[in-house]
């Protein structure tokens, strides 16, 4: 069935440091694929996304690229802050599911000063 | 830009009360609005599809009797926990899909349940 992988966290960096969370999918159809974070005790905010192949979604100084070769959307950012830290979620949606989203089990970044 | 308001955003009641969950778009129609469970430090999992003016679509595993989905208009989608024990206890979220556009869904703030 369809699915999402993320790399297993939790994260830890320094303030600066450069991010990489992996994120590669399973789906039978041609997916959208998104970015989620929650900050701790609050809901799901869109961070950013992409509708088709070599898109590349990018907000707040974070980017992804939709990857078809290789079914992957691995989130970057070249300098993280510590408002960054929360948990993330790789995340597709297939229009033929009414759009129903799949979520990866999520990572959990921390950044220290 | 788009919300989706979920209310009540906190509640604690005793075992064995129902408790009803209600998420709203704030500024546009949704055909369609899903439920999400979410327990601690873990992904979100969907519970159940809900559409306007018919039954919910629920994923394997979820007891539709215990999880009672009403989505009577196209910006009101309740969720309603019935006889609800300590292991319903989790955080619930919402979600809703703009009727008109092809954007992504808008989530709720979520709601967090404890059943005592």
């Known amino acids: 069935g369809d699915s999402v992988t993320q790399m297993e966290g939790p994260v830890t960096l320094s303030e600066e440091a450069f991010l990489t969370i992996n994120c590669t999918y399973t789906?039978?159809?041609?997916?959208?694929l998104f970015w989620y974070v929650q900050y701790p005790g609050e809901g799901l905010q869109l961070l950013l996304k992409a509708t088709k192949a070599d898109d590349k979604g990018s907000n707040k100084g974070f980017e992804a690229t939709y990857r078809k070769e290789t079914t992957s959307f691995h989130l970057e950012k070249g300098s993280v802050q510590v408002s960054d830290s929360a948990v993330y979620f790789c995340a597709l949606s297939l229009p033929t599911s009414y759009d129903k989203v799949i979520f990866g089990p999520g990572t959990s970044l921390s950044v220290i000063p | 830009g788009a919300v989706v308001s979920q209310h009540p955003s906190w509640v604690i009641c005793k075992s064995g009360t129902s408790v009803k969950i209600e998420c709203r778009s704030l500024d546009f129609q949704a055909t369609t609005m899903f439920w999400y469970r979410q327990f601690p430090k873990q992904s979100l999992m969907l519970m159940a599809t809900?559409?306007?003016?018919?039954?919910?679509?629920?994923e394997q595993g979820v007891e539709k009797d215990k999880f009672l989905i009403n989505h009577a208009s196209l910006t009101l989608s309740t969720l309603t926990v019935t006889s609800a024990h300590p292991e319903d206890s989790s955080f619930y979220i919402c979600?809703?899909?703009?009727?008109?556009?092809?954007?992504?869904?808008?989530f709720g703030d979520g709601t967090r349940l404890s059943i005592l």
């Open positions: 789906a039978t159809g041609y997916p959208s």
């Open positions: 809900s559409n306007e003016g018919s039954k919910a679509t629920y």
């Open positions: 979600s809703a899909q703009d009727s008109y556009s092809n954007q992504p869904q808008h």
